[in-house]
Structure formats: structure tokens, C-alpha cells
Nanobody
Framework: QVQLVESGGGLVQPGGSLRLSCVAS????????MNWYRQAPGKERELVAAISSFGSTTYIKDSVQGRFIISRDNTKNTMYLQMNSLKPEDTAVYYC???????WGQGTQVTVSS
């Protein structure tokens, strides 16, 4: 069974930082591309970052370019999203996803507010 567990969300002030983690199990993590999505209330889930299986290629959504960094540690079956200079519009539930599988993680809430 594919399982993805996100953590690291919380409440931060504008300009603050968070590091999200996604721990994967049930598949050979190192062979698969991985994505981060987010969804704000009343809005569609959107792709914010992606990373290739060995981490050599990354994609970052334009609106978070220069602020977010995606990475992975295949020895720990873990993907990360380092989020810096957070803005209120980054507030959302952040989800982990392997495009090759149907399963989503449970999500972790990120709230950016003063």
C-alpha cells in the first residue's frame, strides 16, 4: 500500500520560513518523480513543485520562485519543501503526491498570518 505522510506545517508570520517533509512508503521511492501540491479553501488543488527521481531536475511554480526549494533524500524515503519569505497567499493545505500512483498524503496545514 502506497502511503505518504506530510508534516512540518504550522502558523508563521509573513516573511517566516517552514520546512515541510513527506515520508513515503509502500513503493521504491528512489525510482519515482514526486510532487508538492497545495489547496486553499474554495480553490483548486495546484502543483507548486516537482522533483525527478534522483533530484537532478526540479520545477517550481512561478509565484513561489526564489522562495521555495524542493529536495529529496532517497536514503530516508523523504521529500522536502523549504519555504522561505512566506506570504499570506501561501496559506493552504500542502499535499505530497507521486504522479504514478493514485494515493495522496493527508496534507499539512500552512497558515501565514500576522
Amino acid at each position: 500500500q502506497v502511503q505518504l505522510v506530510e508534516s512540518g506545517g504550522g502558523l508563521v508570520q509573513p516573511g517566516g520560513s517552514l520546512r515541510l517533509s513527506c515520508v513515503a512508503s509502500g513503493f521504491t521511492f528512489s525510482l519515482y518523480n514526486m510532487n508538492w501540491y497545495r489547496q486553499a479553501p474554495g480553490k483548486e488543488r495546484e502543483l507548486v513543485a516537482a522533483i525527478s527521481s534522483f533530484g537532478s531536475t526540479t520545477y517550481i511554480k512561478d509565484s513561489v520562485q526564489g522562495r521555495f526549494i524542493i529536495s529529496r533524500d532517497n536514503t530516508k524515503n523523504t521529500m522536502y519543501l523549504q519555504m522561505n519569505s512566506l506570504k499570506p497567499e501561501d496559506t493552504a493545505v500542502y499535499y505530497c503526491k507521486a504522479p504514478s500512483f493514485r494515493s495522496w498524503g493527508q496534507g499539512t496545514q500552512v497558515t501565514v498570518s500576522s
